[in-house]
């Protein structure tokens, strides 16, 4: 037993980076979106040129979004220069109600755009809330009886902002696409979709005609999509958490994070989860080069996880910090990461943070902090490329920030 606890002591002080002093900088948006309605911001995308905010509206006009409110909600995308001049924003919605979740650029340059509808005649619902404004997803009981967001929604863009193409398919419950990806033979959705008393994953491919292949769903129970990134041999590396038996891998507490290798039809591969003792996990976001980012919940705490992993579940490095969100996470020459703290960050020794506080983090190739940044606002979505840097978007609760890090 000793010697099981001394090896098991030993990885784990391998896994943790070595704490390299540095000092926060105070960084204030580049330029801000008043709020004109109830919006939400649950997409960032970024092109060499551009920053597109994607999200869901129920405002009747708006200073930044073109055109008038069709039903209940649209979707939108809204499309700006690095300097915050306004490039062309395009409504996503007709009479029906619509909310807009996830993006991805194509190599063509139009971008692709997921979401959900209701049918027409139904029910007025409320949007459903995207990953990004609320982590955890929606809970059970809190899911709106009178919900119809049951259409699954695809539309693709011009990278001017004309609508190309608009596809939809029913499904068989409340559905939310979490993640959208471009592959070599079309769209691939994950997501989450509600059915009675349960949600369960799902994975639908699309060609870029439009035609839908029939949804396969992972879970019984309590299964959720959250990220999703693509692999060199054409599979899906997918994360989320779950409650269910996967692959015939129990759960190992109340709720695990879990990674996920599927194949290019869908096919379940692989099943990772992590967990801690007494507490519930998730993965809420992946990155290019499988950087993934978290929350974990204790009894009266929570922490923002950031981990690196060389393959599906063996990880490379990981960090845990104090903080009441999870951590959302991207990738360029080093790996970013963003989260609402509310304690004290090693690397980082003037960071006392007294009341619960936005930052951003640069970790280094052992996960160590190179660069720190205190942000205004909840971090929603962050996103990064070598022409314009580091991008996060930050609700203030009556304005969108966006805060540009060079």
Do not use: C, H
Request: without cysteine; proline residues 5%; charged residues 15%.
């Amino acid at each position: 037993m000793k010697l099981k606890f001394s090896i098991f002591l030993a990885l784990s002080l391998l896994l943790q980076p070595v704490a390299n002093a540095t000092s926060f900088t105070v960084v204030k948006s580049n330029f801000d979106l008043p709020y004109t309605g109830n919006e939400q911001v649950s997409d960032l995308l970024l092109t060499k040129s551009a920053i597109s905010i994607i999200g869901t509206t129920e405002a009747a006009t708006s200073t930044w979004i073109a055109g008038t409110l069709g039903g209940t909600s649209d979707g939108f995308i809204s499309t700006f220069s690095n300097s915050g001049v306004p490039l062309w924003n395009l409504r996503l919605g007709n009479t029906n109600n619509e909310i807009a979740t996830t993006a991805a650029l194509d190599s063509d340059g139009s971008i692709w755009i997921a979401g959900a509808s209701s049918v027409a005649g139904g029910k007025t619902p409320s949007p459903t809330p995207s990953k990004l404004l609320n982590p955890d997803n929606v809970q059970l009981s809190q899911l709106p009886v009178n919900s119809s967001l049951t259409k699954l929604n695809l539309w693709q863009v011009s990278a001017s902002g004309q609508l190309l193409n608009a596809f939809e398919t029913q499904t068989a419950g409340v559905i939310t696409p979490q993640k959208i990806l471009v592959t070599p033979n079309g769209i691939a959705l994950f997501g989450d979709i509600y059915e009675k008393a349960t949600v369960k994953g799902f994975f639908v491919s699309v060609s870029k005609s439009g035609e839908f292949v029939p949804l396969i769903k992972y879970g019984v129970k309590q299964t959720q999509l959250s990220g999703a990134i693509s692999n060199a041999d054409g599979s899906f590396t997918v994360v989320g958490k779950s409650a269910d038996l996967l692959l015939k891998i129990k759960p190992l507490s109340k709720v695990d994070a879990v990674s996920l290798k599927i194949s290019a039809i869908g096919i379940l591969q692989q099943v990772a989860r992590a967990t801690l003792k007494s507490t519930t996990r998730s993965w809420d976001s992946i990155s290019a080069g499988m950087l993934q980012g978290g929350l974990v919940k204790y009894a009266k705490k929570s922490e923002a996880a950031v981990t690196k992993f060389s393959t599906l579940g063996k990880p490379i490095w990981n960090v845990r910090y104090p903080a009441n969100s999870t951590a959302l996470v991207t990738s360029g020459s080093n790996s970013w990461t963003t989260f609402i703290s509310t304690g004290a960050i090693a690397g980082v020794p003037s960071w006392k943070p007294k009341s619960p506080t936005p930052i951003v983090l640069e970790l280094g190739k052992k996960g160590e902090v190179i660069s720190a940044f205190a942000i205004t606002g909840i971090p929603v979505a962050i996103s990064q490329n070598n022409e314009i840097g580091t991008v996060v978007i930050t609700d203030s609760g009556t304005s969108f920030g966006i805060v540009l890090i060079n």
